[in-house]
């Protein structure tokens, strides 16, 4: 068994982590919650793991009051990717099959939850997004203005059509913050996870060209009003399919940081417009397309 004071001060890490998802600060633990989790698995051996981690479930579920099944979860699904990506970290596998486990399991989660909810205890997504928002606006006394109701009606639309992204976006940002800070974690308990391949080496298969393509295509030539699963598919796989070129993109400026020579800091300044912007994914689509790349080569 093996008990120190780092083990114990990332169980603590974990139960402030916990506790915040009852809070309004939520929204920072949903990001980090599982950092304490890969850290204390790779660190520990499985019983020691069990026994850090049945008091830490237990005190927080306690402080939570009303809130703690939910905590306790949310806990449960953020454990078992960390747990995931901590056995491979444990055999030495490279950091992009820890990534990808820990992005397909979190995704999975996601969506068994939205057909659990809407299937199974027959709970209608739209319909519970508008309730929140019109006693939202109800409580602030906005619901008089027809506009503001229009706006976030427009909203929830929006909401439930790009859900499909919203969901798969989550999941992979959660498991790259999730690498990316475990990583620099683990380093406090002396052991060195795999790094991902430098910023500058990402590149996405060129068949996604031709996916782009005909989703651009599908999506031109069906109809909006046709709604069902075909067009909701369609639909979401443009936005994905621009998010995979944006990576490209970011993987396109730090190959042109570091074939210039420019500071460190340049490419990760230039991120910032990159990610804002709607239409710099085309900068990944061209790089993907043609040798860009080449014609920079000293």
Same mark, same amino acid.
């Given at each position: 068994?093996?008990?120190?004071?780092?083990?114990?001060?990332?169980?603590?890490?974990?139960?402030? @982590?916990?506790?915040?998802?009852?809070?309004?600060?939520?929204?920072?633990?949903?990001?980090?919650?599982?950092?304490?989790?890969?850290?204390?698995?790779?660190?520990?051996?499985? $019983?020691?793991?069990?026994?850090?981690?049945?008091?830490?479930?237990?005190?927080? &579920?306690?402080?939570?009051?009303?809130?703690?099944?939910?905590?306790?979860?949310?806990?449960?699904? &953020?454990?078992?990717?960390?747990?995931?990506?901590?056995? @491979?970290? $444990?055999?030495?596998?490279?950091?992009?099959?820890?990534?990808?486990?820990?992005?397909?399991?979190?995704?999975?989660?996601?969506?068994?939850?939205?057909?659990?909810?809407?299937?199974?205890?027959?709970?209608?997504?739209?319909? /519970?997004?508008?309730?929140?928002?019109?006693?939202?606006?109800?409580?602030?006394? @906005?619901?008089?203005?027809?506009?503001?109701?229009?706006?976030?009606?427009?909203?929830?639309?929006?909401?439930?059509?790009?859900?499909?992204?919203?969901? @798969?976006?989550?999941?992979?940002?959660?498991?790259?913050?999730?690498?990316?800070?475990?990583?620099?974690?683990?380093?406090?308990?002396?052991?060195?996870?795999?790094?991902?391949? /430098?910023?500058?080496?990402?590149?996405?298969?060129?068949?996604?060209?031709? &996916?782009?393509?005909?989703?651009?295509?599908?999506?031109?030539?069906?109809?909006?009003?046709?709604?069902?699963?075909?067009?909701?598919?369609? &639909?979401?796989?443009?936005?994905?399919?621009?998010?995979?070129?944006?990576?490209?993109?970011?993987?396109?400026?730090?190959?042109?940081?570091?074939?210039?020579?420019?500071?460190?800091?340049?490419?990760?300044?230039?991120?910032?417009?990159?990610?804002?912007?709607?239409?710099?994914?085309?900068?990944?689509?061209?790089?993907?397309?043609?040798?860009?790349?080449?014609?920079?080569?000293?």
């Amino acid at each position: 068994m093996n008990i120190s004071w780092k083990s114990l001060a990332w169980s603590a890490a974990a139960v402030v @982590l916990l506790l915040l998802l009852a809070t309004p600060f939520s929204v920072f633990s949903l990001f980090l919650l599982m950092v304490p989790f890969i850290v204390l698995f790779t660190m520990l051996d499985i $019983k020691s793991f069990v026994l850090h981690l049945v008091p830490v479930g237990i005190i927080a &579920y306690l402080l939570t009051g009303v809130l703690g099944p939910m905590v306790a979860a949310l806990g449960l699904i &953020y454990l078992v990717p960390a747990i995931g990506m901590g056995h @491979l970290y $444990k055999k030495g596998s490279s950091a992009r099959a820890a990534l990808t486990a820990g992005f397909v399991i979190l995704l999975a989660q996601m969506l068994l939850g939205l057909v659990f909810f809407s299937i199974m205890i027959d709970i209608d997504v739209k319909a /519970e997004l508008v309730a929140v928002v019109t006693q939202s606006l109800e409580n602030a006394k @906005l619901v008089e203005s027809g506009w503001v109701v229009e706006a976030f009606k427009n909203l929830i639309d929006a909401i439930v059509l790009y859900l499909p992204t919203v969901v @798969l976006t989550m999941a992979f940002v959660i498991a790259a913050t999730g690498h990316g800070l475990s990583r620099l974690a683990l380093r406090t308990v002396d052991i060195e996870a795999p790094a991902l391949p /430098e910023a500058k080496t990402w590149r996405v298969p060129r068949s996604l060209l031709l &996916y782009f393509f005909i989703a651009m295509l599908a999506v031109s030539a069906m109809s909006k009003d046709q709604g069902g699963y075909w067009w909701i598919a369609i &639909y979401n796989l443009v936005p994905v399919l621009q998010i995979a070129f944006t990576i490209q993109a970011i993987g396109f400026l730090f190959f042109l940081a570091d074939n210039k020579d420019w500071p460190k800091i340049a490419p990760l300044l230039l991120c910032i417009p990159l990610l804002m912007l709607p239409w710099t994914f085309l900068i990944g689509l061209l790089d993907a397309a043609f040798p860009l790349r080449k014609y920079f080569v000293k």
